[in-house]
């Protein structure tokens, strides 16, 4: 096994230049499980020569880096910073402390702008000897651009809707505190409740806000006990027809004789309840109706869930918008003042209880909101 022949863990890797340093390992083995990787590999000998690319590789970085093996890594493979400087004279792993095991991930431009990801690791035959390999990981980085452009988005979304609450909070207390012997009570009682309102909509944006850090963290805390989803909706519903804003509306409220007790966390259901009934006012039309009932569908180990549909005699939701609405930002083409997360929170909300949700057209021709939720107790307490 010292000739570096087939299955020599000594042995050149394969498709790599003549003359490159030998491989630690069974290369060929090495080679079918670099192309199973999700992302790029690349390796460079202590010659500073490309020897070695992945066919995910040369995806990512959108040139034929098969074509360029033998050749120095800075030129096969130029890659800038941020600040334009060319990347492998900037880290120059061949020449650095010996200290130094690699670079962790670092945002990179390729020559035709291509924005990458690259995580290095430098290998040494022992601590302090010369960097034998460098290995290099190369991520597409588009996803981390999608995520940075929604947590901007958020941001921007957010401080709009929270601007105008606080205005209004700001200007009407500024006025009655400096004018209050000049406003009679009918007055003084109209800016106060306007303050309240608007307080009580700062609260549900910080809500909402919280809400989907949690869910896109996974830490959505589900504080499950029984619950009475008929009860649970009824009152939502006597609440939202004292409201001014949708007085002369109907709501309506149905359910089965007999429903599978259903475990859940008291607070996120009053928020899935209070944001579709809302949505229904807000955006639909005629009467809007909750139905509680045994849902056809059952859990994973057998168990009975329950149905709550929410419906509207509407216009419904557009059938292209249909794969949208649950999305962060939908407003189905009005804002009305809404940061269109309130449906997002809905459906995080709805799975973390370990139901589903869904839209679609009701028989009346509005929306019809549905989600399911398990019965019976949490398998922790069961």
Known sequence: MADGGE??????LPGSVPGADPAP???????????????GLVVADSGARLVFANTRATQVLGVDLAARLGRPLAEALPLRDIEGNAWWEVTDPWHTLHTV?????????????????????YVRDEPRGPVRRVLASVRDASARQRAEQDHAALISTVAHEL???????????????????RFSDDQKRFMLETIEADADRLTRLITELLDVS???AGRLDVRAQPVDLVLAAQRHVERLQSVEEYSGRELEVADADELPEVWADPDR???????????????????????VATAAETTSDGRPMVAIEVTDEGDGVAEAHLPLVFNRFWHGGNRRGSTGLGLYVVRGLVEAHGGTIGVDRAPS????????LPSGAPEHLA
């Not at 299955?7 to 050149?12: E, K, L, V």
């Not at 390992?25 to 992302?39: N, T």
């Not at 945002?107 to 995580?119: A, I, K, M, R, Y």
């Not at 259901?269 to 139905?291: D, F, K, P, W, Y």
Request: glycine share 12%; aromatic share 6%.
């Open 269 to 291: 259901l009053s928020q899935i309840l209070g944001n579709l009934l809302e949505n229904g006012l807000r955006h639909g039309a005629g009467t809007v109706r909750v139905n």
């Open 7 to 12: 299955g020599d863990p000594t042995g050149p």
């Open 365 to 372: 021709g509005g929306a019809r909101f549905r989600f399911t």
């Open 101 to 121: 095991r690699g670079h962790r991930e670092k945002l990179l431009w390729t020559e035709d702008g291509t924005e990458v990801l690259l995580t290095s690791r």
């Open 214 to 216: 949690r869910i896109d």
């Open 25 to 39: 390992a069974p290369m060929d083995v090495v080679v079918r499980l670099s192309e199973s990787l999700p992302d």
């Open 163 to 181: 601007r105008s609450p606080l205005t209004s909070v700001k200007g009407f207390s500024s006025t009655l505190l400096r004018r209050w012997d």
